[in-house]
């Protein structure tokens, strides 16, 4: 469908802006159809277009989303290489990939990046490393890194208490129960 409105656009004489391809993107790996979110990005580039950190968010989420977080995490390499700076939007999507895969490891790898570029952990960074912590059974550092929250002035929400309480209550059942 996405496809389609650039092809009619294109038939009235209207040029896509960066802006509509994003939305043109965005919309391909909202109906998983990564293969053609590909093509249109070759496509840009082909017009001499370069993405911009909006279109390298879309990305990282889509490829996310798609379970490829290590193709989310080249175009974070790329990104850097063409001088665009990853923001919360990049990092936090990074490390919440990472997390539902289990990857905690390189979720907080991502984190100390984010500190080491000067950004501050937000709320929703902590919820994805509480999620990851909870998915690989460590509700011990779930709940370290809860108190971690709240000593830097963070409020923890809904989701927060919600992830440990899941979490820990899976730790908590007896091997026979879990897969029921």
Known sequence: MASAYKD??????????????????????????????ECMIKEIQEKGISPDAITYNILINGYCRCANAKKAFLLHDEMLASGIKPDHISFNTLISGYSRRGDIKDAFRVRNEMLDTGFNPTVLTYNALVQGLCKN?????????????????????DTTYFTLIEGIAKVNIPDENKNT
Request: hydrophobic share 35%; proline share 4%.
């Open 8 to 37: 009619e656009m294109l038939k009235k004489g209207i040029s896509p802006t960066m802006s509509t391809y994003n939305s043109l993107i965005h919309a391909l790996f909202m109906e998983q159809r990564t293969d053609e979110a």
């Open 137 to 157: 059974q460590e509700g011990d550092l779930a709940e370290e890194l809860l108190k971690e929250m709240v000593s830097k002035g963070m409020t923890p929400d």
